[in-house]
């Protein structure tokens, strides 16, 4: 049975009183929330009251409390623009008395804010160039941060499920500030450059016997035109990224079986391993330990359908995450969703109800409609 939730921040909910209705006219029934989330500045064009939140850095949208973040060295923002004191909790029950189900949307290792205050924990590429919005789950610090961020984010909170987003390393790619490295890179440029060399990460190779200079100064000829990375440090870099995307997993899981033990998990994934960012490169065990895969979909062409084909050979159900922002048509849409529909996807989560505008909403219910026909792609 194929299934749709529409994504959300808690002030597209506060303040709106059309917005349950608008998403049961979509026909959806789920809410994806923002629990915790990244800095952003967001377009809310549907809102009575404003049209623009800035978010400027990230944060628990709950309470930030004391008893549980004492003696923590890495500690979440509380968010000052908005009024409500635990915004999530709020939302979610004004959604929940509206007969919508809500899934928890938290964010882990995306955090500009403690890169900058603690840059020992952050990404470092291997011209020793720190990567501050992400937070490498190498370090024990961070590690404890997410299991403690998930905890606190679900407390007390009656959710329906739980979505991981960001649980495992970001890499070079970044959408912030005024980006200007598109187009720098070839891919495996990229994912070279998203190879963390911070001193956690090469400890870990020095105690798998490698020269962890020597690693470092591979990279750097790789990317300055000398010989590509020999595989035997391909297979150790990405041995040694997968230890510790599972390490990071197990405690955040944990957290969630303690605090919501009923709510199934979804994990934002990659069917590439080498993947790094809000939605990682699946390790050999990731799959097993959750309920379904979120893979990203956001391009409207074929290859994003082998994406989905990838994932769900792993035994899980797929949720194809797709966006409704673009400047694509109705029809290529309708195309797109059917072709990941047909190639394994049977879950939906569109993205966004707070950001589209009055002359995109009416999409969120045409794709409903579109992977629940069952009519094949060219129709």
Known sequence: MVTAAGHAYPWDVLGDPDFPGRVAEAGLDTVTLAATYHSTRAATPLHPARRLVDARHAALYRPVREAAWAG???RPAAPDWVAEPDAFGAAAALLREAGLRVTA???LTHDTRLGRRHPDVAVVNCFGEPCPYALCPAHADVRRYASTLTAEALRGAAVDAVSLEACGQLGVDHLGHHEKTAGAFT????????????TACR????????????????LRAALSGGAPLDEERSALILATRHAHTDALRAEVLAAVHLAAPAAPIVLHASPDPWATGPSPGLTATAAGDVDALLVPAWPAHEATAALVAAAASHGRPVDAYVTVLSDVDRKTLVAHVRRLRDAGADRFSLYHLGLAPAARQSLFADLLAAVLSHRPIGS
């Open 203 to 218: 400890a870990a190779w020095r105690r798998a016997g490698a020269d962890d200079d020597g690693m470092v100064g591979a």
């Open 105 to 107: 949307w938290i964010v």
């Open 187 to 198: 891919a495996y440029e990229r994912r070279l450059l998203s190879v963390c060399c911070c």
């Open 72 to 74: 923590h060295r890495l």
